[in-house]
């Protein structure tokens, strides 16, 4: 299966981009393209606690004191939200970008 919370490569489920390991040596849990990740995580990132291991999809991004900006990742299935680091390659602006003009669309509606 695709995503491991280890720094190893792995190829994206969602887009079938081919990841390399994490520049500075920490996990790597989600696609630096397409921002996707699995849900193998339960309570915390990296207990791999879960047994949904559905796609999670960004939906947000939030700036947390100390961290920086994080994403927010919704389970498609089962809806679980989790919170999880940028890595230093995460091409993030494009689907910051996306989700800003999804909810500005969905704010006129
Ligand atoms: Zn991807
Ligand atoms: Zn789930």
Redesign the pocket.
């Known amino acids: 299966m695709g995503f491991i919370m280890r720094n190893e490569s792995f190829i994206c489920l969602a887009c079938a981009r081919e990841v390399s390991e994490h520049p500075s040596g920490s996990a790597r849990n989600h696609c630096p393209k397409c921002l996707c990740s699995l ?1 193998v995580d339960d309570l915390v990132p990296g207990d791999r606690a ?1 047994m ?1 291991s ?1 796609l999670m999809k960004p939906v947000g991004f939030e700036e947390r004191k100390g961290k920086g900006m994080v994403i927010v990742h919704q ?1 498609q ?2 809806k ?1 939200r989790m919170v999880n680091k940028l890595a230093p390659d995460d091409e993030y602006l494009p689907i910051l970008k996306k989700l800003s003009e999804i909810q500005a669309r969905e704010l006129l509606d």
């Open positions: 849900h879960s949904c559905w389970c299935k089962c679980k």
